[in-house]
C-alpha cells in the first residue's frame, strides 16, 4: 500500500483537562500517513484520482481548532475518521502531540492507527 503523509502541521485549539488549558487555544501538532493506491493517480497525472492532501489538511486543522477535546486520544480519532472519509484512504495513522505540555520535554503525544475494515 502506497503512504501520502502530512509533516508537522499546526493546529491552534483548545485541548486539554485543566482549567487554563480550556482558557485559550494552544499549539496541537499534527501528523497523518495515509495509505491509499496511487497507481491510477500516476498512470493517469490526473488530480482527479489523487488523494486532495492540501483539502484533507484543511479539514484536519479546521476540526483541530474547533473541536475543543479534553484529550489528545479523543481528537487523534476525529481525525481518524475524518480521513477516512477520504475516497480511496484504506488505512491512516494519526500522530497528535501538545508541544510543552510535560516539563523536560519537547512534546506528549498519541499515535493511533485505523483502517476501514476495523
Known sequence: MDKIFIK???ARGIIGVNDW???KPQEILINITVFTDTRRAAESDDLANCVDYRALAKKVQAHA???ACFTVEALAE???DICLEERGVEKVIVCVEKPGAVRFSSSVGVEIERSRDG
Open 8 to 10: 508537522d502541521l499546526v
Open 65 to 67: 481548532e474547533t473541536s
Open 78 to 80: 476525529d481525525l481518524a
Open 21 to 23: 488549558e480550556r482558557e
